[in-house]
């Protein structure tokens, strides 16, 4: 999975469950594999003060001193691959945008201008419903996967496994979610196996694959689209469901 969404999905779950004072931010950075690949973290301040909050323990205690409860991962309307940490001040919505500023600082800055609606903290529906979409993308890509030999079916079975997993995150180590206790049985199940069948991007990867066969490039193409589309919606909802 993409290492700056990785990165969001951390710092918007160890959040919340330090604004609802149920864990210590020490207790997952710096030393959360999110954390450790030496890009240092900025943020910049509610009204654009200076300076910015130089790391993800100053922007949460910013977060408590300025009143917000919570923190929502949401992606642009019109682009899936923008990701923004989304909140409320007061009935004023504001976004932190991943900036990065050079190889080893990521900046998170407040967008400016209109901000999308402000979202919500996801239901056992929404939960459910991305557990469907998640299950019938996965087990469509898988029966692709195994018809023209492509491999990574055991990727896409082990995410399907997960979705009716009693204890999804045993075997799933390294994934971005804290305090994953905290979090509903079906949120676990589909921050899972969204981890086990991210198999996108990179050398090696399910996206190397491609057909001369017109017909068969576009069902490769539409599968690809669904489970992405799926996945990232999986993981969206479940990050969104900390209980308030």
Known sequence: MRYDLVQLIALASGANAVLADRIAVASFYPHHSAFK????ITFERLGGERPSLP???????HLAAKGIAGIYLSS???NRNSWVLHSNVGRQPVAWLPDTRDGDHVHLRLMRGRITPSPHSSTRNDLMRAKGAMRKAL???SKFAQRHD???VECFERGLKALDSPSPLSNCRYHPLIAARLYPLEARQLT????HSWVFGGMGSWNDAGFTDIQKMQQFERATDR???AL???MQVSVNSFPR
Do not use: D, M
């Open 192 to 195: 899972a196996a969204s981890w």
């Open 37 to 40: 690949s030496g890009t240092r």
């Open 232 to 234: 990232l919606r999986g």
């Open 76 to 78: 642009s309307q019109s």
């Open 227 to 229: 489970v992405v589309t």
């Open 55 to 61: 790391t993800p323990k100053a922007w949460i205690q």
């Open 139 to 141: 087990t469509g890509i």
């Open 150 to 152: 492509l491999g990574f």
